[in-house]
């Protein structure tokens, strides 16, 4: 039966256009609760949407090159079409094609116009950041806007180093947060920057601004941080070198002004979305799933690699890849899971996935201790906090100490809780999916925000005989 929402909640519902005349389902004020259900073996093959990251990167290198970038496989989830629609405001020309299949023109680098409104991007903290470093190398002003939880997270972090380079903050809320109205660089400097916490948001940014400024722009980060910006300005033709730094880290130069080529980009599915059925597969006994299609750069497999420490039956095949990003098959087998320790170092490769981990350690035996996670307090919401508030509501013992998480896994997880989601995608999905396991269902109070990254999830996760309703 196909996903509906509740009938109480559909009256509330606007639609808004979007990029091309696509219509989103704005989730401003609508909210529908729904359960998960102690369910039979999950079972079949699925392909999850296309990976948000490289969405967004398509849409905005694709509106920064010249001539046309094909791309298939796009997420067309509310970000995402959100960026799209951004794209388009400031003169690129992105339209719809066929299913998850885009084409956008782009204006060249620098070559942006005047939006003549405020870009939305909704809930999108990547949208939005990785537009700011592209607008900032253009000589254009432009207001930056979002939702209530777009409003609330950090952007000094972003034009900070865009201020070094010459864009201008003309004005911003408190703390420099959204609205913020961004006047760009009339003649950008190259700079080098040393990223104060390990986030390809704000590397990205400054490489985007980068592209017009006359020489190198080179950006230092201490961890490496996900490179899908690096692979794709290559794959659209700019000259990026990219050597190790200490330990962990990353230097990544690019030479500016270059003339990015319209290219093709292939969209694979995307893990931190895959991570959600795939835990379910764990948790729920009996599963046998298969996850197509799921782009497997190292910078984002942390939680595979974390789930096979804790004993998950996961298999890897058909590996093959596409412009630099690798994917492969995947069949996730019901699993006793044991608790593990998890390195802050393996943070960066992961840190969109700690909530569904914490899920699956729930149900582990014994302690995982999951160490270093800050930065999960500046995502769609607190995430510690979240996570936390969303295993005590359900019966789990669970405990915050400093910057790490520590879940006391039983085996079984008695549930019964109404979880807060706080407009956040995963606390919704990562919920769902331990009601699926857990003795008593587990309810959300809002799954609206699920569209952001995930519409398709609810059929996608009843397809393969998950209790939701
Ligand atoms: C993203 C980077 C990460 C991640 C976000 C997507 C990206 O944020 O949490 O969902 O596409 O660059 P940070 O770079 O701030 O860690």
Same mark, same amino acid.
């Given at each position: 039966?196909?996903?509906?929402?509740?009938?109480?909640?559909?009256?509330?519902?606007?639609?808004?256009?979007?990029?091309?005349?696509?219509?989103?389902?704005?989730?401003?004020?609508?909210?529908?609760?729904?359960?998960?259900?102690?369910?039979?073996?999950?079972?079949?093959?699925?392909?999850?949407?296309?990976?948000?990251?490289?969405?967004?990167?398509?849409?905005?290198?694709?509106?920064?090159?010249?001539?046309?970038?094909?791309?298939?496989?796009?997420?067309?989830?509310?970000?995402?079409?959100?960026?799209?629609?951004?794209?388009?405001?400031?003169?690129?020309?992105?339209?719809?094609?066929?299913?998850?299949?885009?084409?956008?023109?782009?204006?060249?680098?620098?070559?942006?116009?005047?939006?003549?409104?405020?870009?939305?991007?909704?809930?999108?903290?990547?949208?939005? &950041?990785? *537009?700011?470093?592209? !607008?900032?190398?253009? +000589?254009?002003? /432009?207001? %930056?806007?979002?939702? =209530?939880? @777009?409003?609330?997270?950090?952007?000094?972090?972003?034009?900070?180093?865009?201020?070094?380079?010459?864009?201008?903050?003309?004005?911003?809320?408190?703390?420099?947060?959204?609205?913020?109205?961004?006047?760009?660089?009339?003649?950008?400097?190259?700079?080098?920057?040393?990223?104060?916490?390990?986030?390809?948001?704000?590397?990205?940014?400054?490489?985007?601004?980068?592209?017009?400024?006359?020489?190198?722009?080179?950006?230092?980060?201490?961890?490496?941080?996900?490179?899908?910006?690096?692979?794709?300005?290559?794959?659209?033709?700019?000259?990026?070198?990219?050597?190790?730094?200490?330990?962990?880290?990353?230097?990544?130069?690019?030479?500016?002004?270059?003339?990015? &080529?319209? *290219?093709?980009?292939? !969209?694979?599915?995307? +893990?931190?979305? /895959?991570? %959600?059925?795939?835990? =379910?597969? @764990?948790?729920?006994?009996?599963?046998?799933?298969?996850?197509?299609?799921?782009?497997?750069?190292?910078?984002?497999?942390?939680?595979?690699?974390?789930?096979?420490?804790?004993?998950?039956?996961?298999?890897?095949?058909?590996?093959?890849?596409?412009?630099?990003?690798?994917?492969?098959?995947?069949?996730?087998?019901?699993?006793?899971?044991?608790?593990?320790?998890?390195?802050?170092?393996?943070?960066?490769?992961?840190?969109?996935?700690?909530?569904?981990?914490?899920?699956?350690?729930?149900?582990?035996?014994?302690?995982?201790?999951?160490?270093?996670?800050?930065?999960?307090?500046?995502?769609?919401?607190?995430?510690?906090?979240?996570?936390?508030?969303?295993?005590?509501?359900?019966?789990?013992?669970?405990?915050?100490?400093?910057?790490?998480?520590?879940?006391?896994?039983?085996?079984?997880?008695?549930?019964?809780?109404?979880?807060?989601?706080?407009?956040?995608?995963?606390?919704?999905?990562?919920?769902?999916?331990?009601?699926?396991?857990?003795?008593?269902?587990?309810?959300?109070?809002?799954?609206?925000?699920?569209?952001?990254?995930?519409?398709?999830?609810?059929?996608?996760?009843?397809?393969?005989?998950?209790?939701?309703?």
């Amino acid at each position: 039966m196909p996903y509906r929402r509740p009938r109480s909640a559909r009256p509330r519902l606007h639609r808004a256009t979007g990029a091309q005349g696509t219509s989103i389902l704005s989730h401003s004020d609508q909210t529908s609760q729904l359960s998960a259900r102690k369910s039979a073996a999950l079972r079949g093959t699925a392909r999850v949407p296309g990976d948000k990251s490289i969405s967004h990167r398509a849409l905005i290198l694709g509106a920064l090159a010249v001539g046309e970038t094909r791309i298939t496989g796009l997420l067309e989830g509310e970000d995402v079409l959100n960026t799209g629609k951004a794209m388009r405001a400031l003169g690129a020309r992105v339209e719809r094609t066929g299913d998850c299949a885009w084409s956008v023109h782009g204006v060249g680098v620098a070559g942006f116009a005047q939006p003549d409104a405020p870009l939305d991007f909704g809930n999108s903290g990547t949208g939005c &950041r990785l *537009a700011m470093g592209a !607008v900032a190398g253009s +000589p254009i002003t /432009a207001i %930056f806007d979002g939702d =209530a939880s @777009l409003r609330s997270r950090p952007m000094r972090r972003i034009v900070d180093p865009l201020e070094q380079m010459g864009a201008r903050v003309v004005s911003s809320a408190e703390g420099g947060r959204l609205p913020l109205t961004l006047a760009g660089a009339r003649a950008p400097l190259p700079i080098t920057y040393r990223t104060p916490v390990p986030s390809a948001q704000i590397k990205s940014a400054v490489l985007l601004a980068g592209l017009s400024a006359p020489g190198v722009t080179t950006v230092i980060e201490a961890e490496a941080s996900r490179d899908h910006t690096e692979l794709m300005l290559q794959h659209f033709g700019a000259t990026l070198v990219t050597e190790a730094e200490g330990r962990l880290g990353r230097k990544i130069s690019l030479t500016g002004q270059p003339e990015l &080529r319209g *290219a093709p980009v292939v !969209v694979p599915a995307d +893990p931190s979305s /895959a991570a %959600f059925p795939m835990v =379910a597969a @764990l948790v729920v006994p009996g599963s046998d799933v298969v996850l197509t299609d799921v782009m497997t750069n190292p910078l984002r497999t942390g939680l595979i690699t974390t789930l096979r420490e804790m004993g998950g039956l996961i298999e890897e095949s058909q590996t093959r890849g596409d412009a630099g990003e690798p994917m492969a098959q995947f069949r996730i087998r019901g699993s006793q899971l044991r608790g593990v320790e998890v390195p802050a170092e393996r943070a960066p490769s992961m840190i969109d996935e700690y909530l569904v981990l914490a899920v699956a350690a729930a149900f582990a035996e014994g302690t995982t201790i999951m160490r270093g996670l800050h930065e999960l307090r500046v995502k769609e919401s607190d995430r510690l906090e979240a996570t936390a508030a969303m295993l005590r509501v359900n019966g789990v013992k669970v405990e915050i100490a400093g910057d790490d998480l520590i879940v006391e896994g039983k085996g079984h997880v008695p549930g019964g809780g109404l979880v807060a989601t706080h407009m956040d995608h995963r606390i919704a999905m990562s919920a769902l999916v331990m009601g699926l396991a857990a003795d008593k269902p587990v309810t959300v109070d809002d799954t609206a925000f699920i569209a952001t990254s995930f519409p398709d999830f609810v059929p996608m996760m009843r397809r393969l005989g998950g209790d939701l309703g």
